[in-house]
């Protein structure tokens, strides 16, 4: 049997094509022994394969680019092709494929977030047409293959054209393809002796009454037939660049974390069994997505502390948060549910989450509930499959809990022998001849459960066509069950964080260890895959927080505090000669040390700047001054004044206030010294136009300081980034098919966006935030098709709380971005939030999505009265307490008719959502002409 490939690709120069299929002639899916194709002409690639003729089964195969010039391999995107050989039907068979580029804007319909939800197929389609006999008759037959996700599930694809076959362009006699392989939707076709050019086009039919719904929009696809010397051949297409009759796909969605959810049945918090009632508006409303916070399990302390969901002990383990006590089991004692309940009452009345009394009452519900159902849960074969399958982390993160819990502290290198994990030790801890062994069971039960919980909200709101959007961190906590287990992944003498910005004017410092990128590499990134594959039982899009940490991450000194005292990793920093080739003699001590000056001192200190002076600081000159070697970084002040505002409580505020003053100090810097280098390269640091040490320098020194400084952070490392995000980033999203969504804000390297739109990853456009450092506003109608548009983020003031905060700028915002003369009103009324969320239910972006703040925002009537109450973080604050919730309950939610109906007509009228067949009855026969 004759196999003969061909490919229409343009490639670089260096460039080959080869191709890799599962049966030995192909390579049985080995990359070094896949087949080369020769090149014909004009970007035409052809390979003839001959196979037994005996053979029947399936062959699938891939593409890859072959870069000679360093043997790297450029795979194409998604799942291999198949075809379907039956021995002895077709001496010949044909295929004609086409690159599947990873950039292509359609790829993301191809995601799960579709094919398990919004185009999610729940039987079979029409499998033959009224004229199919079924019989094989001699000549040319065409297996039209045509991959397309973006159908609504009340469609059927169709292909008609100028031929008797395809129905001579009457759309009445189109042939419809089978569509059982959903998003494979494919119709062999006899053509019989028929030699020449064949026109077509594919088209939507209606499944219902098979009524035609629209050809797709573009020139007629033509195919040739050329004179063939076998009697029966086969000719595969394998078409990947169908454009939907109606265009781009664009979906909303609501964003708000499950904690925020208020319900009846919940315990005081929002729990996973409310994404139900959650999908049930969303659903009844017309949107497609609900996006949440980490929901990983954050107990370190046993305080509200733990409320931050980013966070988490564990990146697999889920939070007893969010568990719903009775569908666990009810307590037999009578008196203890009455209890419970008063309590829930209690908990429910609240306007905002008391975490550490929801927990306790959770945890101790938990601990009594296990004593009486353990035997039948642990006896459940759902449960037994479900251990097995994820004991690989379980083990570790009940021992963790368990040793937590017994040395009253997470931070594990004061757990004595335990202190370094050894999978041995780990394991004759956990095993079930341990006196503490219920002790480890009680976190085994409590995951399976929160594990069912979650997997039963998630298929829910996939039933209802929502999709479930999860949120990945970009760091772990040091005392968590990843760093314990394996430290050798992580810099645990580093602090990850972000550069200053708008929002925190001192940078950030989130306190999480950095990623040893080179280490993960080493076995493929096998922890962020296994994560990865855990969020995939769960959720069907996720967004990557501070998907810039993939290209570079901001690295803090374990000495500094705040954020602006770190610098990027990895990074090109600069030597002592380049300095110095570029004009600048480096003295040390003027740039790389504390710039300390008595005017200085009378500044930040006012009155108190002699006795801070005496007891932090020595002079080594006339009103110059060093820091005293034990006050020497920022760690150093921060414990010496935590223990003094310890034994004197009242003495915080004023303390605090030097504590201020002395940071500032610390970071009067321009250069750091790059770690490793002996004093023989640096890193300018940032911000540094704002502190004395540059305004006090001669205008020279500026000048070449601040070309280095615009160099070093907006040019120098853009090929060098870029090359570290391509190597970590496609195995993360290859991992699954979820949808990926980046949150690419802040100081945004050029290299960031063509790599996103390479990798087919979704950016977020945040209307105050816009990227163009040129214009305060960003306007959703720019935003690329391939984005998420929002007005805000849980880091933000809400819409209401940002406009009524700062008048000035939402005069600016009123005038320039709505296009309203006059003057603005001080308060955000009602249609001003209608009228930004309509920006941005009618921009470009594949996804529109609104905190629910937002959203209410519009209807005066279920509006909160202070909004700024309402938002969910201050980044300034990095001890924070999450814990806003809604005011409305998901009840009342569902019964605000107004409200709803409002929305629902927003975004139908919008084009946000899947249309109905209803909605696009169309004349067939004006639709033949028109398109044909």
């Known amino acids: 049997m004759l196999l003969n490939f061909h490919i229409h690709y343009a490639t670089q120069w260096g460039q080959r094509i080869f191709i890799s299929g599962n049966i030995p002639e192909l390579g049985s899916n080995d990359p070094h022994a896949a087949l080369p194709l020769p090149y014909l002409f004009d970007g035409h690639w052809d390979l003839q394969l001959e196979i037994p003729d005996d053979y029947s089964g399936t062959i699938s195969y891939n593409y890859f680019i072959l870069n000679e010039y360093d043997q790297s391999k450029e795979w194409e995107f998604g799942q291999p092709r198949e075809i379907l050989i039956e021995a002895g039907k077709y001496p010949c068979i044909k295929l004609t494929d086409f690159w599947r580029s990873k950039s292509d804007e359609q790829n993301a319909t191809l995601s799960s977030a579709f094919l398990s939800t919004l185009t999610r197929r729940t039987g079979p389609f029409q499998t033959k047409n009224k004229a199919d006999s079924g019989k094989i008759a001699l000549g040319r037959s065409v297996l039209f293959q045509l991959r397309a996700a973006n159908v609504p599930p009340d469609y059927s694809i169709a292909i008609c054209g100028n031929h008797p076959a395809l129905g001579s362009w009457n759309p009445a006699k189109a042939v419809i393809l089978e569509g059982d392989n959903f998003p494979v939707w494919k119709k062999e ?54 454009l939907s009759p109606l265009g781009n796909w664009k979906g909303s969605g609501v964003a708000l974390p499950v904690f925020s959810l208020r319900s009846e049945e919940g315990m005081g918090v929002g729990e996973f069994s409310d994404l139900k009632k959650l999908a049930d508006w969303a659903s009844d409303t017309r949107l497609n997505m609900i996006q949440i916070l980490p929901v990983n399990d954050t107990t370190s302390t046993k305080s509200w502390t733990d409320s931050y969901p980013y966070g988490a002990i564990s990146v697999f383990a889920l939070h007893p948060l969010y568990i719903r006590l009775e569908e666990v089991g009810i307590l037999a004692d009578e008196e203890l549910m009455a209890a419970y309940d008063q309590e829930r009452t209690r908990l429910n009345s609240l306007e905002e989450v008391d975490y550490e009394a929801v927990m306790k009452v959770k945890m101790a519900y938990l601990e009594q509930i296990f004593e009486q159902e353990k035997e039948s849960t642990f006896a459940d074969k759902n449960y037994q499959a479900w251990f097995e399958e994820n004991f690989d982390w379980l083990m570790p993160y009940a021992s963790f809990c368990v040793l937590r819990d017994s040395f009253g502290t997470a931070d594990f290198s004061k757990w004595g022998n335990f202190a370094d994990y050894t999978h041995e030790e780990i394991e004759k801890f956990s095993n079930p001849s341990q006196i503490h062994y219920d002790k480890i069971a009680f976190f085994y039960f409590v995951q399976y459960h929160l594990h069912v919980q979650l997997l039963e909200a998630s298929n829910y709101a996939r039933k209802r066509g929502i999709i479930l959007k999860g949120d990945i961190p970009i760091g772990i906590v040091r005392n968590s069950v ?73 690295q803090i000194p374990e000495h500094a505090i705040q954020g602006l005292m770190g610098q990027f990793n990895p990074s090109l920093p600069f030597s002592i000669e380049e300095l110095q080739g570029r004009g600048l003699w480096f003295d040390y001590d003027r740039l790389s040390k504390p ?16 006795s801070v002076a005496e007891a932090f600081l020595d002079d080594f000159a006339y009103q110059c001054y060093n820091f005293k070697p034990e006050f020497d970084t920022q760690r150093k002040v921060k414990d010496y004044l935590d223990q003094k505002i310890a034994e004197d409580p009242q003495s915080e505020w004023f303390l605090n206030r030097i504590r201020k003053g002395l940071y500032a100090l610390h970071a009067e810097v321009l250069f750091f010294e790059a770690e490793g ?25 500026q000048a070449i300081i601040n070309e280095l400084y615009i160099d070093y952070f907006y040019k120098r490392h853009d090929d060098f980034w870029k090359d570290q995000a391509l190597i970590k980033l496609p195995a993360l999203k290859e991992a699954t098919n979820m949808l990926v969504c980046g949150e690419d804000l802040g100081m945004v390297p050029d290299c960031v966006p063509d790599v996103m739109s390479q990798l087919g990853i979704l950016s977020l456009e945040i209307q105050r935030m816009p990227k163009d450092s040129k214009v305060e506003f960003f306007h959703p109608a ?77 209807d005066g009537s279920i509006r909160r009265e202070n909004p700024f109450v309402e938002q969910i973080n201050v980044p300034a604050n990095p001890t924070h307490y999450w814990r806003y919730r809604m005011h409305l309950g998901l009840d009342q939610l569902m019964e605000s008719n107004g409200f709803n109906g409002k929305l629902k007509h927003m975004i139908l009228d919008s084009g946000r959502n899947l249309p109905k067949a209803e909605n696009m009855a169309m004349q067939g026969e004006e639709l033949a002409v028109k398109n044909a």
């Open 189 to 242: 076709v006899q053509f019989e002796e028929f030699r020449g050019l064949i026109e077509y086009k594919f088209l939507f039919i209606d499944k219902s009454n098979g009524q035609l719904i629209a050809f797709e929009e573009r020139y007629n696809r033509k195919l040739v037939l050329y004179p063939s010397d076998q009697e029966t051949e086969l000719q595969i297409l394998n078409i990947d660049d169908f």
């Open 482 to 554: 990843d760093a314990w287990v394996a430290p050798e992944l992580y810099y645990m003498d580093k602090q990850a964080g972000a550069p200053p910005d708008g929002f925190a004017i001192e940078g950030q410092n989130w306190g999480f260890p950095t990623y040893n990128w080179e280490k993960m590499a080493e076995d493929n990134y096998a922890w962020w895959r296994s994560r990865m594959t855990q969020m995939a039982a769960y959720f069907d899009a996720y967004r990557i927080d501070h998907i810039l940490g993939f290209f570079r991450i901001w």
């Open 595 to 610: 710039y300390i000056r008595w005017h200085m001192l009378e500044v930040f200190f006012e009155e108190h700047a002699a």
């Open 677 to 701: 280098s002996h004093g023989r390269a640096f890193d300018p640091r940032i911000a540094l136009h704002h502190t004395y040490s540059f305004r006090e320098l001669e205008p020279q020194q």
């Open 782 to 858: 720019d935003a690329p098709y391939l984005s998420v548009v929002s007005p805000s983020t849980h880091d933000m003031p809400t819409l209401r709380g940002w406009w009524e905060h700062d008048p000035a700028t939402s005069q600016k915002f009123y005038n320039q971005i709505m296009g309203r003369d006059g003057a603005a009103p001080f308060f955000c009324e009602p249609w001003i939030a209608q009228s930004i969320i309509e920006q941005h239910m009618y921009s470009p972006a594949m996804w529109a999505i609104f905190p629910i703040q937002d959203l209410m925002a519009m």
